[in-house]
Each structure stands twice: as C-alpha cells, then as structure tokens.
C-alpha cells in the first residue's frame, strides 16, 4: 500500500471533521473522493499532508514510513505532493520561479556550494530549468515562464498549481478541486493532461472533485466522505448505485428514478 | 555581446571579476576629492546591509525593524576587539559577522510564531534592546564612544585615508554582493520567496519554513555585522550608539523598498541611489527628512516593486511584446 | 535605456555641480556642521546665517564674500564625520565650526587634523577632543574638566561629602556625572553613596531619587538634559529630600526653561557655566536683548558661546585674508594661525578666551573660566545669583 491511514481522527472543538477513517490506496491507483459539502474532504487531504496534526490514536504510512505526526515538509520530501482548493499560487513570482521551486526536495547541491557559487551550482540549475522549461511547455505555459503567476489566467493558474506540484516527481499527486471553476472545454483539457501526466510521471493519483462527472470518468476507485466519515468505497459505479451515498447526496425525499438522473450529470 | 552574455550567465564569477576591475580604476578616472571615496565607502557599506535586509524581507517576507540592532553588534564587536584586543579588520571582520549571526538567531526566532505588524514589533525591541544595551555599558566605552579604531596595514601601507581605505571596503561590498547573488539565484532563494509567498503551499513542496526563515535572518545579519565591522574601522575610526537608532534603521529599510523588495540588486540599488541623494540634499537639511518620506510613499504608491521591480517591467514586457509579435506573424 | 542612463547622470552631476560652485574662488568659505534639529538647534543655524549675512552686507572681510555651507549633523558621528569631510575636501572650506554634541566633534578632529582644516567648537566640552593634540582644533566653551574642578571644589568644601549622582545617557549628561566622581575620588578620596544612570528618555525618576534619599546625602547630583533636569528637580521635592540637601545640576541649568518649568524647585540649584543670562554687564544685557527680539528666546550658554565665536573669527579672517595666498593649504594655516594669535578676547563668557600655537589642551581650551551660579528663585520671573568665578590656569584639571 502507497497510503494507508488507520482510525483517521481530526475534531475542530467538538466537530468531528474526520471520524475513524481507515484508507488504503496502492500505487498506480486513481482514486476519487468525494461527499457533500463540510464531509471532511479537504481535511482529509491537510491531515495526510501534515498540515494539521491528527488527533491522538490516528495512524497515516505513506510508502512504508509513519507520517503520523510529521511536518508538512517532511511528508512532501518523501515524495507525497499536493495542490490547495484555493490554489495558494506564489503570485508574486515568475511563472518558472513557481515551478522550480517545487523541485526543491530534488535538489542535489549543498547550501554551502550555493553560497560559494560554484560552476556545478550552475550547471545543476540549467539542468533544473531546462527540465522545469519542459514540464511548462507540456502543460502549456512555457511562453509565460517569465511573467508573474498573478498575471496569468484562472485556467492558466490550474495547470501552474499542477505543474509546481509534479516538479517534485511525487510518488502520489492529491488534487484538491482541481477543476473548480473551469469551464467544460477546460475541464476536459485539465484531464486529459493530468491523465499524460499521469502516465508520464508514473503517479498515483488522490482527486476530490466536484464535479462528478470528472470523478467518474477517471477513477479506479472511488471513496465517499459523509460528516467525517468514509460511507462507501468502490468502482465509480458500485458508488452510483450506493444507497448511503444518495441518501448522503440527496437525502431520502426523491424517487430512485429522480436520483439516478441527478447523479449522472 | 550574446556569447559574452551567455559565459557571464554561467560564469557569473567572471562578472564579479569584471565589476572589481571596473570599481578599482573609478576613483582614479572619476574621483576628484578624498570625499568621494569616503561617500563611496559609505555606499558600500550601506549595500552590505541593504543586501543583508533584503534577503530576509525582501526575499524571505520577514518584516524586521531591528536590523540596526545587528548593525551595532558588527561594529560593536569589532570596536570592542580592537579595543580589548587590538585586534585589526583581519580578525574582527570575521569575529564580526560569525558574533552577528549568532544574534541573528535570536532575532529569527520569534519569527515562528510572529508576523507581519507583530514581528516587527518585536524586531524594533530587540534592535532597540542592543542600542540602549550598548548605551549604558561601561564595557563599551558609550560615554566617549570607541575611537580611533586601526585601519588595516598591507604590506606596511596603512588604508587609513577614505580614498585608501576605498580598497578595502569596495572588495568586502563586492564579496558580500556575490555570495547575496549566488544564494538568492539558487534553489535557498527560490525556498526564501515561497516561504514569503506561501508558507503552506513551500512546507508541501518539502521546504522547511522554520529552517528557511532562520537561515534568512542569520545570512542577513552576518551581512549587516560584516558591514558594522567594515563601518567601525572607517577612518576615522569612531563608533557611538547614536549612529544605530530607529532613523537609520528607516533608512535602510528605504533603500531596500526603493530599490526594490524581492528584487535580486534591489538593495544594492536602493542603498547606492538612497546614498547619494542624501548627499546631495545635505543642504537642504531642512526639508531633508520630507523628501525622504515623500520618496517612500510615492515608491510605495506609483511603484510598490521599487526601481528594480520597474526595470523588470520593461525588459519583460518588451520581451514578452516581442514574443506575441512573432507569433502573430 | 542607455539614454535613461545619460539623463539620470546629467540630473545628479548638474545637482552636484550647481550645489557646489556657486561660491567663486575669491570667497573666505565657512562650514558649518551642527546637529539642527530641534527649534533650538535651527535657531543657531539662524544665528551664523544672520551673522554671515551682516557680514557680507558690510562689505565682507577684507572686500572678501563669506560663503556660508552649513550642513546638519543630527548629533550624529557618522553625519558629523561625513560632513567634515565634505567640508575639508569637497567644499573646500577655511574654517569649520562644529559641532553641537562632543561625541560628534571627537571623531571629527583626526578628519581636519588630516585634511588640515581648523576647526572651532561652540559647545562641545567633552576634555577629550582637545587632548588628542591636535593643532587645528579651537575650543569657545569651557572644557569639562574645568567645570569638574570648580563644581568639584566648590561642592567638596562648601557643600558636603555624601554625594548622590542621578545622570541620563547623553554624553554630556555623563562625562560631567562621571569627570566629577573621578575627581572627588583622586582629590578627596569620596565615592559616591549612590550613584546611577537612567534609561533612555526616562521621565520618571522617583524611584532613584527614593534611592538617593535613603542614602541621607548631603549633596544630589542631577545631570541631564533640559525637561529631565526640570523633571528631576521637581520630583526631588516630591520623593521628599529635604530642602537642605544641596542640589548640583549640569550647564545645562544656565538654560531658561529649567527655573521657568522647574519653579520652586529650581531654588538653591547651584551649576557652573561660561554665562549667565543674569548677567548684568551692558554687553550681555544687549545680547540677550538682541537674541530675545529676534529669536524668541532668553539665550542659555550656548548661544553666547556661538555669539563670542563668530566675534572671534571675524577678527581672525581679517587678520588671516591679508595673508591669503589663493593656495587653500596656505590659507587655511593662516585661518589657523590667526586664531591661535587670538589672546585675551572679552565677549560674553565670563573670562576672557585665549589661545596659543601648539595644539595642546593648554593652548585649545580658550574659555577658562566657568562660572558657579545659584538660583535664588524659581517660576518666571526667576533669579540668579553667582556663587563664585574662577579663572583657572591652562593645566589645571588635566
């Protein structure tokens, strides 16, 4: 197993955010998550990623290493990458600047040789552009390397926040939203070149989305969060056909017909 | 020139090479009187510390307004050595900036917990803390002030005029500019602006904010103790706590927002323009202060990135101009 | 960009150049470098300017334009040293008067011993500057170490023994504090019973002075600048140190604000200084009339020192521009030794002011004789009374 999180458990005072989630993801893996609004998603994504603690008892293994109760930082050099909902793009800095510095886990030079200057700093970091350059133009964005990410477009932003986070070469990817806000033309695109990259980079890949459509194109699997609490797990259509997550989306009030309709937007 | 430019760019030693050549024949062609070189050393100095400073607000984010407290340790320690010790610029220099950094530590370390306002706050008490520390020691000879710190000797020539000791404040504002160069252009520097930008989003690309933001504020104050060092043993060679109260500390925090915070020479310019106007409106010491504020809230409202910021503009535009044009046809 | 480069070069060279030469060469040229700041401060800027201006408009000296470059040194070592320089090689001035705070001039003097410019000093009394032997530097006011022997003297032998010293963190604050405890020792073998220095900008200062009272001292010594020497004073009485314990302020007492603000406090205050406001000589009483008319204040010392120096050089430049060879070098040593020729000059201060040729303190401290006065009262319509004058002979104190 890749990821694998034990009797998950995160309260905001007494909300209990996430409740006793146990998770297992393999490599190679697409796995959605989904669930309404306030289902623990996104905390979900900031407990494994290190941004908040878990509460006591909880257990999170990321490629064999306990994770638990690391720093964000650490998580992230073990090769586990993330994007944010709310995208947390460095806006006052170069397009290229962006993406490099999402390569900073694979640096190889010391600070003191940076500090000195040497050739081989040099050489390393036109290697990193050079690669980074690459990785810019896969995604679209190499003419606007030099222009500051505040300047670029809503679409443009999306493929930047993704860029930066596969620079790292992560072993899993978890997308937060990653096609909020896109029209369906862009969001067709944005999946097409997150499933190259995919491919490219050899990633497994986590992706909570709203947009179920996404969701169910994409995944192998699928996870469904309810007030903290994983309700199902199966392929896009076992989920479908899941009573708990109709009753989760849609409450009890519609008709089986209403609901199927609904759901297959 | 493109060639030149690309052995530059991959070399950028050579360019530090070509800008010492350069700045060891200005007073010869362009110098008239010792004061140029004095000005010139104060230049210099101010650079170090610009340079320092903007590193850690500049590029790390971290509002410090206590860095003239670390000014005054550099200088502090070197007088004190040669005082003590009779130590010269050789030994005090490097006592200097390692006593510097050490203090650095201390200054960065609220930064974990503080921000914005706050931090300042507490950076304008510690630098402050030093100044009056300094002020009521006997220990540091605060009644008199320390005076006639040496100048160094090479080779039996004493550098104890403004247009000698030109000589030996240009190379250690060179040195200084270089290493500032060499490490905001790589991967710390990269880490340093993601840590000002987004903290969060640096910890998830692997960037340790707290390692990152405490090595900002030891680099910046080794810098600003290189550059007390280099001050203290300015002929005449006199240091006194008022030469480090919250009026110079504004002053470098003008040169660093004029030049341009963020911007790799944007202390360096901020310092050499700031420098020189101030000299130039020396008579004016009426309106002196006005114009200053004036300068820094015009900057802040007509160009928040400063000059250096401004220059990017251009060039980037242009290029990105020129860009769209070919593809257009 | 290239054209940007040239134009901005033009703008600062033009500057520079318009800044620096309108003086032509035929000039006597005076620097000035000053901490001007407060409105005091700017006061004595307007004091040399008005001065200056007479001057030229009496048809200069010699037939000579005095051309006046006075620069701000914020009391600051790093300005005033700037700014000597600038003045020695840039400006290329005569003469430099300055500065305003010793820990200003003291750095100052190995620049225009270097550059060879002569320097005299209204108001810094720091003995140090002129024990760096120096032969361009001039000195109007008193050196502390003679106010140390008279305040020392007259403290020891009429006032007590039990001495308590309160002083601030300004040099001058302190070297007076400090030259004094050194001397009671060396002279009388006293330490102080109690002896300590506020913080900066401190305004309450009771719980020293309850300090000082519990030590039962005959004599409280209050060194600070002007509002913490009023402050000080008044909260003596508030603390509730009897009337009886002597009060010993600093020159800066000879300041109007002090008995104005301090009111009965200010009563039996005895400090020495090179002048008294009270001073009943007809040429003192036109002086205060003169800067009370024109500058809105009563005049402390230090504008009579500023007064007696310009009155000083005048007769100097006269002296020194019949010899004027249009070599700068040359001129300056005639600057420099027209006011080493200056003996026996009568202004404001209380003795007369001499100096001689080698550059020691000897020679450079022309004011010797301080002044000890007492307030006989306080508030607005305060009084003074002088507890004594001495003339001491150039070595004394050293």
């Excluded at chain 2, 607000?57 to 000014?71: F, I, N, R, S």
């Excluded at chain 3, 060879?116 to 109007?140: A, C, D, L, N």
């Excluded at chain 3, 070098?329 to 080698?358: E, K, M, Q």
């Amino acid at each position: 197993m890749l990821l694998k999180t034990k009797n998950l458990m995160k309260a905001f005072g007494g909300l209990k955010a996430i409740d006793k989630v146990d998770f297992e993801l393999p490599a190679g893996e697409i796995r959605g998550i989904i669930g309404p609004n306030g289902s623990g998603k996104s905390t979900f994504f900031n407990l494994v990623s290190g941004v908040y603690d878990p509460d006591p008892g909880s257990y999170i293994e990321f490629d064999g290493h306990d994770i638990t109760n690391e720093p964000p930082h650490k998580i992230g050099a073990l090769g586990l990458s993330r994007t944010f909902q709310l995208l947390r793009l460095y806006q006052d800095m170069s397009v290229i600047n962006n993406v490099m510095s999402g390569y900073h886990t694979r640096v190889k030079y010391k600070f003191l040789d940076a500090v000195i200057g040497r050739k081989k700093i040099w050489d390393q970091e036109k290697e990193i552009k050079d690669e980074m350059m690459e990785l810019l133009s896969f995604v679209g964005l190499a003419d606007y390397a030099e222009l500051n990410a505040s300047e670029l477009s809503g679409g443009q932003r999306r493929l930047l926040v993704l860029a930066r986070a596969i620079a790292m070469k992560p072993k899993l990817l978890m997308l937060d939203e990653p096609a909020a806000g896109l029209s369906p033309v862009n969001v067709d695109n944005l999946m097409k070149i997150i499933m190259q990259l995919k491919d490219k980079y050899g990633l497994t890949l986590i992706i909570i989305e709203h947009i179920l459509k996404v969701v169910m194109d994409t995944c192998n699997t699928v996870t469904v969060l309810d007030h903290g609490q994983k309700i199902a797990e199966g392929t896009p259509n076992q989920v479908k056909d899941d009573n708990a997550v109709i009753e989760a989306y849609l409450g009890k009030k519609m008709n089986d017909e209403e609901m199927r309709k609904a759901l297959a937007v | 020139m493109e060639k030149f430019k690309n052995i530059i760019r991959e070399y950028p030693f050579l360019g530090f090479i070509i800008a010492y050549l350069i700045l060891l024949s200005v007073p010869s062609i362009f110098f008239t009187d010792l004061y140029q070189s004095h000005l010139a050393s104060l230049i210099f100095i101010n650079i170090i510390v610009a340079a320092g400073l903007n590193i850690v607000k500049g590029y790390c984010g971290q509002v410090t307004v206590g860095h003239v407290g670390l000014y005054a340790v550099g200088s502090y320690t070197a007088g004190c050595m040669f005082m003590y010790l009779g130590s010269d610029l050789w030994v005090t220099l490097p006592a200097a900036i390692i006593v510097t950094g050490l203090f650095g530590i201390a200054f960065g370390i609220p930064s974990f917990r503080l921000e914005g306002p706050y931090l300042a706050l507490a950076t304008l008490g510690g630098g402050e803390a030093i100044r009056i520390f300094i002020e009521n020691g006997a220990f540091f000879n605060s009644t008199y002030g320390i005076s006639s710190i040496s100048q160094p000797v090479i080779f039996g020539v004493p550098f104890d005029t403004p247009d000698k000791y030109y000589y030996i404040s240009m190379p250690v504002m060179l040195i200084a500019v270089y290493f500032s160069y060499s490490i905001l252009k790589s991967s710390v520097g990269r880490a340093f602006m993601s840590v000002r930008e987004d903290p969060i989003s640096a910890a998830a690309s692997g960037i340790d904010i707290k390692k990152y933001k405490i090595l900002a504020f030891i680099l910046s104050a080794m810098f600003a103790g290189a550059a007390g060092a280099v001050y203290a043993h300015l002929p005449p060679g006199y240091i006194h706590p008022n030469n480090y109260t919250v009026i110079e500390m504004v002053t470098f925090l003008a040169m660093v927002v004029f030049g341009g915070l963020g911007h790799i020479w944007g202390g360096i310019i901020g310092a050499i323009i700031i420098t020189i106007v101030y000299d130039i409106t020396r008579p004016l010491y009426e309106y002196q202060l006005f114009i200053f504020g004036l300068t820094i809230v015009l900057t802040i409202l007509f160009m928040p990135k400063g000059i250096g910021g401004f220059i990017d503009k251009i060039f980037i535009d242009k290029r990105f101009k020129k860009k769209k044009v070919e593809e257009g046809k | 960009m290239k054209k940007l480069k040239t134009s901005i070069s033009t703008i600062i060279l033009t500057a520079g150049l318009a800044i620096t030469s309108i003086a032509q060469a035929n000039d006597i040229k005076i620097g000035v470098s000053f901490r001007m700041l407060s409105d005091v401060g700017y006061k004595h800027g307007e004091l040399i300017t008005d001065t200056v201006e007479q001057w030229n408009s009496e048809g200069g000296i010699n037939g000579r334009k005095i051309d006046l470059i006075l620069y701000n040194d914020e009391c600051k070592s790093e300005k005033g040293v700037a700014n000597a320089t600038k003045l020695a090689y840039q400006d290329k001035v005569h003469v430099i008067i300055g500065s305003s705070c010793s820990s200003v001039t003291l750095p100052m003097v190995p620049v225009i011993t270097k550059a060879k410019v002569p320097q005299i000093i209204p108001h810094s009394t720091s003995s140090k500057i002129t024990m760096t032997g120096s032969e361009y530097i001039f000195r109007v006011p008193v050196s502390s170490r003679f106010y140390k022997l008279v305040q020392g003297k007259f403290t020891a032998e009429q006032q007590g023994k039990k001495i308590t010293y309160i002083y601030v963190p300004d040099q001058a604050s302190m070297v007076f504090a400090k030259e004094m405890i050194e001397y009671m020792k060396s002279e009388y073998g006293v330490d102080p019973v109690y002896a300590v220095q506020a913080g900066e900008k401190e305004t309450d200062f009771r719980s020293y002075l309850m300090k000082a009272k519990a030590a039962n001292p005959d004599v409280i010594v209050l060194s600070g600048l002007v509002d913490e020497t009023v402050r000080m004073l008044v909260q003596s009485y508030e603390v509730g140190i009897p009337k009886s314990v002597h009060r010993v302020a600093n020159s800066v007492a000879s300041k109007v604000e002090v008995p104005t603000n301090a009111g009965k406090a200010a009563v039996g205050v005895v400090y020495s200084a090179a002048f008294a406001a009270s001073d009943t000589r007809p040429i003192a009483k036109k002086f205060v009339k003169k800067i009370k008319d024109r500058y809105g204040v009563v005049p402390g010392h230090d504008f009579s020192q500023m007064q007696d120096l310009l009155d000083m050089l005048k007769p100097a430049l006269t002296k020194a521009t019949a010899k004027f060879s249009g070599d700068l070098a040359a001129d300056r040593n005639a600057v420099r030794d027209a006011i080493a020729g200056i003996t026996n000059f009568t202004g404001l201060a209380s003795g007369p002011i001499s100096f001689c040729a080698n550059g020691s303190p000897e020679c450079r401290d022309g004011n010797k004789t301080p002044v000890m006065i007492k307030y006989s009262r306080g508030g607005k319509n305060w009084k003074t009374a002088v507890a004594g004058t001495v003339t001491f002979n150039p070595s004394d104190g050293l």
